[in-house]
């Protein structure tokens, strides 16, 4: 009960506080009455018209994002996984935030549609190649550049053939005969 209350009155000091601040990993941008106003810098303070202005921020500091594994069959027809890390850090808050929505999601979106594409246009040979993660990295970097977000130091985390199991198929073509 009294978290409750606590959590409400958080809410509506926020709501109220005429100043922000904004720490030194951060930036952000402020929207009054709906529309884009400015940018905020790291390490800053800032008033603001309570109930008019809302206030976004983002971490800009140097952060890490892993992509779970993409399950992808080569042009050879085999079975790959392949899963990635990578380092990014938000260069251009305004792509971050006002002209992208969730630019996580997006990112990690991005990254698994770029890395099943490059796989679909492969052989398992060629993906063993260190070629093949520049190759990835490039085009990562290049979409993130899009985002407002630079990467860096692109790296699998898991790459593997699978086996793919014939037995079911097996057992449906003998039922249709």
Not at 151 to 162: A, L, R, Y
Request: proline share 2%; with cysteine.
């Amino acid at each position: 009960m009294l978290d409750a209350l606590f959590s409400w009155l958080r809410e509506v000091w926020n709501h109220f506080k005429p100043i922000y601040f904004v720490y030194t990993y951060e930036a952000g941008v402020v929207f009054r009455g709906g529309k884009f106003l400015k940018i905020l810098e790291p390490n800053n303070w800032y008033g603001r018209i309570p109930f008019l202005d809302d206030i976004f921020t983002e971490n800009i500091a140097l952060d890490t994002m892993a992509i779970k594994e993409v399950n992808v069959t080569t042009l050879d027809g085999k079975t790959t996984t392949i899963g990635c890390e990578f380092d990014l850090i938000i260069t251009d808050i305004y792509k971050a935030i006002v002209t992208t929505h969730d630019w996580r999601s997006n990112l990690v979106d991005i990254c698994r549609g770029v890395i099943s594409d490059h796989i679909e246009d492969n052989n398992w040979e060629e993906l063993r190649k260190k070629t093949t993660k520049n190759a990835i990295e490039k085009k990562l970097q290049k979409r993130g550049e899009e985002l407002g977000i630079s990467i860096s130091n692109f790296n699998f985390t898991d790459k593997m053939v699978g086996r793919t199991l014939t037995l079911f198929n097996n057992w449906w073509s003998k039922l249709q005969i």
